[in-house]
């Protein structure tokens, strides 16, 4: 059984900085594209960023390009989400995903992910 949890949201100040772990269980994530999403109040889930399985290749949506960076350290079997220069409009729920199948190409559709977390609060306040 897969499992992925979140851990490190919370509440900062705008300009701010969090960082989220998704700690997987069930699978080794080396071999899997892992990807990032949020979802605001009244809002659909997005895609936020995602990493290939080999490291080599990083998508980011617009709105957090050049202020996050995901990456990932497989020995832990872990991934991360460092979020720099934080904005109100960050508050979301954040979601780790699992690839749908090994080897595949970084993909920023939720269809493509088959595995979720339960999702980790981030606030950003004004």
């Known amino acids: 059984q897969v499992q992925l949890v979140e851990s490190g949201g919370g509440l900062v100040q705008a300009g701010g900085s969090l960082r989220l772990s998704c700690a997987a269980s069930?699978?080794?994530?080396?071999?899997?594209?892992m990807g990032w999403f949020r979802q605001a109040p009244g809002k659909e889930r997005e895609f936020v960023a995602a990493?290939?399985?080999?490291?080599?290749?990083?998508f980011y949506s617009d709105s957090v390009k050049g202020r996050f960076t995901i990456s990932r350290d497989n020995n832990k079997n872990t991934v991360y989400l460092q979020m720099n220069s934080l904005k109100p409009e960050d508050t979301a729920i954040y979601f780790c995903?699992?690839?749908?199948?090994?080897?595949?190409?970084?993909?920023?559709?939720?269809?493509?992910?088959?595995?979720w977390g339960q999702g980790t609060k981030v606030t950003v306040s004004s």
């Open positions: 069930g699978r080794s994530v080396s071999m899997y594209t």
């Open positions: 995903a699992l690839g749908s199948r090994s080897y595949m190409p970084v993909r920023r559709t939720t269809n493509q992910y088959d595995y």
């Open positions: 990493m290939s399985w080999t490291g080599g290749s990083t």
